[in-house]
């Protein structure tokens, strides 16, 4: 029988069941040669569909396509099965195992059964699963498989189970860990969609936060918008940065946590928690300027930050910090040296940037009003130099800075 006999063309409902039968990963692995070899995904589904049902051949090449764009997030996303909206709200390798890492410090695997609630591709589960029993659910069939495919990836199926249902109707008996990833989106091919506001969910988190009255260690993943003081009392909400960008909010319930809040910045995984202490002065900005993480300031340590490099606040309302000195690099915040910093007055600066032969410049604006296109517009920027132009508030006082990176020299700086 040739590849094709016997195969139906994937649509949504059996999209997983498709690209796993034996003609669809032979399809999957053909198109994965041809665009290793270079041909264009038009002319190697042209040359498919000879042999294959359209379909099918339309479902791998898609699927070829996601997963090369899942290099960004998975190490082996070359042998993964994803949909689209699966991805995109699938955590990365790199934040789903610092989560594990930490999760496993606390509540050690072997002791300490999981469920993965609403697991989705799997992106959570891979990191989760690695030396625990866990039980995988979710209400997407197709989200379902892929998630038991994708743990076999990373070789962490052996203690996985699945269950395809609704979250709220699953049985915890036996359990001591949950992890749960409330959807903050309507499921795939809903006929009625709705735009969430931060902090919906569906379950909502009120239902999330219930879950300790069955299981004592509860980890919940949110999106990096959750309002302030959302978590109740004891449980601890972090918020996690890859690199400059906030990627979401996790909370811990008060089995795990260790603090009320927290910021941690990947890969490297530094964090910072509250450092109680005098309060932080508020002063005109000195040499250097820092520009915390947005970690930071959801996580409402912007004061904290200021206590451990020694700097003080240019504004009560304003996340910008300066000092005399750059001290230790931070992985906190951007270091950034000051080459003129004056109340804010638009034909000065650009008579100043030019000066300084700034042609370049990226503008950030904070706590001021205005058009940052129309500003960058009106500067005329000229000059073979780049610089941080921040328009922001000093003492409630319209202000502006011209900065640079501290390796970065500029003329008449």
């Given amino acids: 029988m040739s590849p094709a006999e016997g195969v139906t063309p994937a ?39 000879r042999e294959f049902p359209a379909g099918l051949v339309a479902a791998a090449t898609a699927q070829d396509e996601l997963r090369v764009a899942g290099q960004a997030k998975f190490s082996r ?21 610092h989560r594990a890492a930490r999760l496993a410090a606390a509540a050690p695997g072997p002791a300490n059964p999981a469920a993965d609630l609403g697991c989705g591709i ?13 039980l995988a659910v979710d209400r997407d069939h197709d989200h379902l498989l892929m998630a038991a495919h994708n743990a076999g990836v990373y070789d962490v199926a052996e203690g996985l ?3 395809r ?35 919906d969910s569906e379950p909502p988190l009120d239902w999330c936060f219930a ?5 004592p260690n509860v980890v919940i993943k949110a999106a990096p918008g959750l309002p302030a003081g959302t978590a109740p009392d004891g449980w601890e909400t972090e918020f996690v940065a890859d690199g400059r960008d906030l990627k979401e909010a996790v909370l811990w319930s008060p089995a795990l946590a260790t603090a009320s809040s927290r910021a941690t910045i990947l890969p490297a995984g530094h964090t910072l928690t509250p450092e109680p202490g ?32 020694g700097a003080w606040k240019i504004d009560d309302r304003i996340a910008f910090l300066s000092a005399d000195a750059a001290g230790t690099a931070t992985p906190f915040a951007r ?28 503008l950030r604006r904070r706590g001021l009003a205005g058009d940052v296109d129309q500003i960058r517009r009106r500067l005329k920027l000229s000059g073979p130099h780049r610089a941080t132009v921040v328009l922001t508030r000093v003492s409630d006082r319209p202000w502006g800075l011209i900065c640079t990176d501290p390796d970065q020299r500029v003329k008449g700086a």
Wanted: net charge positive; aromatic share 4%; hydrophobic share 45%.
């Fill in 161 to 163: 189970s699945t269950q």
């Fill in 211 to 215: 879950l300790t009255g069955q299981v």
């Fill in 278 to 309: 005098d309060p932080v002065p508020v002063r005109q900005p000195g040499a250097y300027l820092f520009d915390p993480s947005p970690a930071v300031t959801r996580a409402g340590l912007v004061e904290d930050l200021a206590r451990r490099l």
């Fill in 335 to 362: 270091t950034l040296v000051v080459v003129e910093s004056a109340p804010w007055n638009e034909r000065h600066f650009a008579r100043r940037l030019r000066e300084l032969g700034i042609g370049s410049a990226d």
């Fill in 122 to 134: 799997g992106g959570d589960l891979i990191a989760l699963a690695a030396g625990r029993e866990v």
């Fill in 165 to 199: 249902a609704d979250v709220r109707e699953v049985d915890l008996a036996g359990r001591t860990t949950v992890f749960v990833d409330p959807a903050r989106r309507s499921p795939r091919g809903a006929a009625q969609r709705r735009r969430l506001r931060p902090g």
């Fill in 77 to 97: 996303a070359l042998r993964m099965l994803f949909t689209r909206p699966g991805l995109e709200q699938a955590s990365s390798e790199t934040a789903a195992r």
């Fill in 11 to 49: 649509d949504e409902a059996s999209l997983a069941e498709a690209l796993l039968s034996p003609a669809g990963t032979e399809l999957l692995a053909r198109v994965a040669a041809a665009r290793d070899h270079g041909e264009a995904a038009l002319a190697t589904a042209a040359r498919l569909r």
